[in-house]
T-cell receptor, first 115, second 114 residues
């Protein structure tokens, strides 16, 4: 069975601080996909990134970066120079490589960025 | 960017009543999904639908739930006899297939069972 653990329930930072959100996953599949979604206070789910299990290159997109470490089954997300608009709940998710995208979500990390 | 549309955005019902949540997935997408999120909790997979049939379902998706794609554009989730614990945000999603990157989520229907 698949499992995603986000141990940090809530993080509070001050604007311009860097923050890392942790994600640890469990799967018996050799091929799988990892995702990060953002859920702002308005409630929708905003796609941030997908990474497949064969691609361990770190990814950077503006202030966002992701560190995928297969050896530790982790897919951590860092926001550099955080802004108030980054305040949201962030979910890490996992799906097997069927293309069907039945995602297993973690419990989420609530990020509060104070001005 | 194309969108998945869900209606209504909020629905209030009495316990024991039937509800139908509606979704219009993105046209030419092949896979359709329902997820739910109980307030303050994680998003949970309910069911996936492909080629006019259920392709996968979770333990949550019991006999009181059903899905349908009645007319080639709408995708519905029916809850036959609602319980208090069915109160949640229900998200519809669609996926084009063919190894594309993104699962597209709708903005959700908040269901309140009184």
């Amino acid at each position: 069975a698949q499992k995603v653990t986000q141990a940090q329930t809530e993080i509070s930072v001050v604007e311009k601080e860097d923050v890392t959100l942790d994600c640890v996953y469990e799967t018996r599949d050799t091929t799988y996909y990892l995702f990060w979604y953002k859920q702002p206070p308005s409630g929708e789910l905003v796609f941030l990134i997908r990474r497949n299990s064969f691609d361990e290159q770190n990814e950077i997109s503006g202030r966002y970066s992701w560190n995928f470490q297969k050896s530790t089954s982790s897919f951590n997300f860092t926001i550099t120079a955080s802004q108030v608009v980054d305040s949201a709940v962030y979910f890490c998710a996992l799906s097997e490589d069927t293309g069907r995208r039945a995602l297993t979500f973690g419990s989420g990390t609530r990020l509060q960025v104070q001005p | 960017e194309p969108e998945v549309t869900q209606t209504p955005s909020h629905q209030v019902t009495q316990m024991g009543q039937e509800v139908i949540l509606r979704c219009v997935p993105i046209s030419n997408h092949l896979y359709f999904y329902w997820y739910r999120q109980i307030l303050g909790q994680k998003v949970e997979f309910l069911v996936s639908f492909y080629n006019n049939e259920i392709s996968e379902k979770s333990e949550i998706f019991d006999d009181q739930f059903s899905v349908e794609r009645p007319d080639g554009s709408n995708f519905t989730l029916k809850i036959r006899s609602t319980k208090l614990e069915d109160s949640a945000m229900y998200f519809c999603a669609s996926y084009p297939g063919q190894g594309r990157e993104k699962l597209f989520f709708g903005s959700g229907t908040q269901l309140s069972v009184l």
